[in-house]
């Protein structure tokens, strides 16, 4: 059986009764296997994590993408991590006997029938691109929320499926289909929002650091704190460990100590190959991190 993953990200982590409320419409819908939910209240967004079929995928991210939209409300969202809508992002990766067709396949019939039923933008994006521009998230994410409207008005960024016109309430959605991709996060021992948006701006590809690395400096303001956060694009080529131990020398050279890293999700076992957790000082790692446990 092909198995797909699904990793909707949702511009919802303060409110318990909402996240818990998408998590039950996911499992009502039956057929996948939720795997993680990753909430941050600062970032203001949960990450779910599910596998299965390609027609239970689809049908679970209907469900709780649905969910979502009739609970979030984008006129009163606000939080550190760049967003465009309620249902923020939804990226299919393929996994046990998948494809990229496939996943690019799921994508596109999910975000046309997403886009159909509920009348709001989807852009879609990476290998599910129609347009090239588009093929890079932060590109259709520019300006947020607060500039989508003006920026549909504009015939080369309208929709590709769905209205060109702002759904206030719900934003827009980017659907996608890509390879695992590593969400990883450095927490420093500082409230120095400067040093950490320098050192992000060091080490992500745009700026001219590692490439397959995005990142952002942002702060964490219920812990006094500030973070790298960060996509490794391609762990195969830019290894977890480099970017670690990049983003520590870089927090070293500004007076700046490492307090702990993060996952957002789960982690393929190649991309720990030849590091352990603990010299990442991985926060609340287990095995159940692992995908392949889940396989």
């Known amino acids: 059986m092909k198995i797909l993953e699904c990793v909707p990200n949702f511009s919802e982590g303060q409110n318990r009764h909402t996240i818990d409320a998408i998590a039950d419409a996911l499992q009502r819908a039956g057929g996948v296997r939720l795997l993680d939910i990753c909430t941050d209240a600062d970032h203001n967004r949960t990450v779910f994590t599910f596998i299965g079929s390609p027609d239970d995928i689809e049908n679970g991210a209907a469900a709780a993408c649905d969910r979502a939209l009739a609970l979030i409300d984008m006129r009163a969202q606000r939080g550190v991590h760049p967003r465009i809508g309620a249902v923020d992002v939804v990226p299919f990766i393929p996994l046990k006997n998948a494809g990229m067709a496939d996943a690019v396949e799921a994508a596109r019939r999910f975000g046309r029938a997403f886009a159909q039923r509920n009348g709001l933008p989807v852009y879609f994006y990476g290998e599910a691109a129609l347009v090239e521009e588009r093929r890079e998230l932060p590109r259709i994410r520019r300006g947020g ?3 989508l409207e003006k920026r549909m008005k504009d015939p080369a960024w309208a929709p590709d499926a769905g209205p060109a016109v702002l759904n206030e309430r719900s934003g827009a959605t980017a659907v996608g289909a890509r390879d695992f991709l590593v969400a990883y996060n450095i927490n420093l021992a500082s409230a120095d929002l400067e040093a950490a948006r320098k050192i992000a701006e060091t080490v ?12 952002i400096g942002v702060p964490l303001r219920s812990r006094g704190i500030v973070q790298v ?15 670690f131990d990049r983003v520590r020398a870089e927090a070293e050279r500004l007076g700046v100590q490492v307090l702990e890293s993060e996952l957002v999700g789960l982690i393929p076992e190649e991309a720990l190959k030849g ?14 991190r692992i995908i392949e446990r889940h396989l």
């Open 275 to 288: 590091v352990t957790p603990e010299y990442l000082m991985l926060k609340d790692f287990s095995e159940d």
């Open 229 to 243: 956060s960060m996509n490794l694009t391609n762990f195969r080529e830019t290894p977890v460990k480099e970017v």
């Open 204 to 215: 992500r590809f745009s700026g001219g650091g590692m490439k397959h690395v995005k990142a």
């Open 145 to 147: 929320y607060e500039a």
